[in-house]
């Protein structure tokens, strides 16, 4: 059974900085390109990060560039988002996903595998 399970959400004020975790079972992760997603009441969900299965490339969403950076640990199973330089703006769940497939995508509906979300509020 595949899982996908996030941490390090929470309520930070503007400027400040949290760093989401997205733990992985069930699924052989060097395999997958993963991604963060998130989702503000009342909006769709929006493309964050993505990084690549193999070497790692990355590709960001243009809200976030310069201010967040993607990464993952393959030893431990595991995709990051540290996230600095918080916005009120950036309040939403975030949503890490797993897609089987060399190439990253921001199309959400690319993925094969979703966590339940960790929320993330950025007070003014």
């Known amino acids: 059974q595949v899982q996908l399970v996030e941490s390090g959400g929470g309520l930070v004020q503007a400027g400040g900085s949290l760093r989401l975790s997205c733990a992985t079972s069930g699924l052989t992760f060097s395999e997958y390109s993963m991604g963060w997603f998130r989702q503000a009441p009342g909006k769709e969900r929006e493309f964050v990060a993505v990084i690549s299965r193999r070497i790692g490339s990355t590709i960001y969403a243009d809200s976030v560039k310069g201010r967040f950076t993607i990464s993952r640990d393959n030893a431990k199973n595991t995709v990051y988002l540290q996230m600095n330089s918080l916005k009120p703006e950036d309040t939403a769940l975030y949503y890490c996903?797993?897609?089987?497939?060399?190439?990253?995508?921001?199309?959400?509906?690319?993925?094969?595998?979703w966590g339940q979300g960790t929320q993330v509020t950025v007070s003014s």
């Open positions: 996903a797993a897609r089987r497939n060399t190439w990253p995508s921001e199309n959400n509906s690319h993925y094969d595998y």
